[in-house]
T-cell receptor
């Protein structure tokens, strides 16, 4: 299957700082990437959908200015948590779809963000 | 509106036995896709199996099979010959024609395989 690489896997930061998470499709062109947030033992909550070269579409209740998403190329999308606060601590996971893979959605390995 | 329901928060199965994880869904889309993903404790999401709403046969992928009952709107995952490595969270998901790229996930079932 296709490989989606997500970095970093774990990050600890101070409150008020910004954190960038990268999501790369290694062996396919990801026309669409998704960013999810997951609380412990909970389901995935879709935060936003990003299409290469255009602005991300955010789900209701997700702050666009806090969670900046950039999908600058067909293989890279980034999520920047700006001015992070302890309540932003969570597991963030990206996924990607691309031509040739049909309905399959491939996920990164996730990023555990801890804001002190 | 799309909705996925997984009613089993936790399941236990003896090693080498088969187990069924339940999933029901609700959608008004005539065309949709159903998915199962496995999430080990490491956090990654692993694609297991896909069923299209118009597929005539139930999907199978190795030890995984999807028991698709369209009239009942259920898409249960059957894992045969359980292995210790199958212990993980399992998520059922759906994508409908009207929702574009958006996937809807169930709340997940935690499966523990007992040696």
């Amino acid at each position: 299957g296709a490989v989606v690489s997500q970095h970093p896997s774990r990050v600890i930061c101070k409150s008020g700082t910004s954190v960038k998470i990268e999501c790369r499709s290694l062996d396919f062109q990801a026309t669409t990437m998704f960013w999810y947030r997951q609380f412990p033992k909970k389901s995935l909550m879709l935060m936003a959908t990003s299409n290469e070269g255009s602005k991300a579409t955010y789900e209701q209740g997700v702050e666009k200015d806090k969670f900046l998403i950039n999908h600058a190329s067909l293989t890279l999308s980034t999520l920047t948590v700006t001015s992070a606060h302890p309540e932003d601590s969570s597991f963030y996971i990206c996924s990607a779809r691309g031509p040739g893979w049909g309905e399959k959605l491939f996920f990164g390995s996730g990023t555990q963000l801890s804001v002190l | 509106a799309q909705k996925i329901t997984q009613t089993q928060p936790g399941m236990f199965v003896q090693e080498k036995e088969a187990v069924t994880l339940d999933c029901t869904y609700d959608t008004s889309d005539p065309s949709y896709g159903l998915f199962w993903y496995k999430q080990p404790s490491s956090g990654e999401m692993i694609f297991l199996i896909y069923q299209g709403s118009y597929d005539q046969q139930n999907a199978t992928e190795g030890r995984y099979s999807l028991n698709f009952q369209k009239a009942r709107k259920s898409a249960n995952l059957v894992i045969s010959a359980s292995q210790l490595g199958d212990s993980a969270m399992y998520f059922c998901a759906m994508r409908g024609a009207s929702t574009g790229n958006q996937f809807y996930f169930g709340t997940g079932t935690s499966l523990t395989v007992i040696p």
